[in-house]
């Protein structure tokens, strides 16, 4: 069995970035010493309040062992990579360089480094068009029909993954998330993404008047109110399954895909309706075409999650998210002092 003991030294690749920046925070509380590598590329320095921060790019296998060796790592938490779905339709070569072949380098650098326990960023966009029904939820050994090259390296990155496990004695977990979503509600680390694609920030903004009105995608979907079902879960209770990855009790050579969701599925209509009741003030909206590519239902089946891991969500009603993230949109500005400026 291997497992690893607080106050370890836990890199955290793209650590600079959403979640990234939630689990380093939890790493430290947990008494963890995370060490974030991150090229900066979409993260932000002011996101990394704990833990050293090192500037590089998992491409490199030497900067990589050098941060290993510097700071006696003994487990990676690997989030760096690109994220953005249509982003990934326009240039897939670039996806697979950077979410393939960097994680190829960093599994390459952690067996010269003899790092053993790796958990990974997966996503519920391995699952695509799983075949399931719109009320029923997705297992892991669902089929896995990704919908994006974004989703095809997920998928590409666990079967290489689970490969290097039985062939080199790594063991890993890879964390199936749904729609990560909120923030800490300390207000001081939070989601931004640019451009903002995501419906809780967006439908903030609508709300707020400080960006458009939101455009529902489509209200013709097989489910009860029209529109898509998601399962929103978060980013603190996503953050607490990282920190249980690293924890469980995992024999050599194993890996593990674990989904990380609630098992409730929120309707786009629910999810304005919840910020319209935070802000006290209706959401500006209207609907338009189907996004290319949404399936019409993504909602977890949690009990691997609850089973391997002991890992429950905590914080992911609807309302405590959106209070959440609503919080982190009404801070003040890093630097600046603008919301526009702000950057996690
Ligand atoms: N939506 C709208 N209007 C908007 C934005 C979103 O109606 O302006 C809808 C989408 O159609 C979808 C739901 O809100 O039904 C959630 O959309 P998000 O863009 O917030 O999130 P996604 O479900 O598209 O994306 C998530 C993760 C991705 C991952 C993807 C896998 O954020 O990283 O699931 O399908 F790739």
């Not at 980013?235 to 690293?246: E, G, K, M």
Request: hydrophobic content about 40%; some cysteine.
């Amino acid at each position: 069995m291997t497992r690893v003991a607080s106050g370890a030294s836990v890199l955290v690749t793209g650590g600079a970035g959403y979640i990234g920046a939630h689990t380093a925070q939890a790493l430290s509380a947990r008494g963890y010493r995370p060490v974030v590598f991150d090229n900066l590329s979409s993260g932000f320095r002011e996101a990394t309040r704990w833990g050293e921060l090192v500037e590089g790019d998992i491409r490199d296998p030497a900067a990589l062992r050098r941060a290993m060796q510097t700071h006696g790592v003994e487990a990676v938490i690997h989030f760096a990579g690109l994220i953005e779905v249509g982003r990934s339709v326009a240039s897939p070569d670039l996806f697979w360089e950077v979410n393939v072949a960097g994680t190829t380098s960093l599994l390459t650098a952690m067996r010269e480094h003899g790092v053993a326990r790796l958990v990974f960023s997966s996503s519920a966009a391995v699952y695509g068009q799983a075949g399931i029904g719109p009320l029923e939820t997705i297992p892991e050994a669902a089929r896995k029909a990704p919908s994006s090259p974004y989703g095809d390296t997920k998928l590409a990155c666990e079967w290489m993954i689970s490969a290097q496990c039985r062939a080199y004695g790594l063991s890993a977990v890879a964390l199936r998330y749904f729609n990560a979503a909120g923030a800490d509600p300390s207000g001081i680390i939070g989601e931004a993404h640019e451009p903002e694609t995501h419906l809780i920030p967006l439908a903030i903004a609508a709300g707020l008047g400080d960006g458009k009105p939101l455009t529902i995608f489509g209200d013709d979907f097989d489910t009860p109110d029209g529109t898509c079902l998601r399962d929103y879960i978060h980013v603190n209770d996503l953050a607490a399954a990282h920190i249980a990855a690293l924890e469980v009790d995992l024999a050599a050579c194993a890996f593990e895909a674990v989904n990380i969701g609630t098992g409730q599925g929120r309707s786009v209509r629910e999810v304005v309706q919840a910020v319209a009741r935070a802000l006290g003030r209706p959401v500006p909206h209207a609907t338009g075409p189907r996004r290319a590519g949404d399936p019409t239902s993504l909602v977890a089946d949690p009990t691997r999650a609850r089973e391997l891991l002991g890992w429950e969500p905590a914080c992911s009603s609807l309302d405590e998210i959106v209070r959440d993230a609503l919080r982190w949109e009404g801070q003040p500005a890093y630097g600046a002092g603008s919301r526009s400026a702000r950057k996690i």
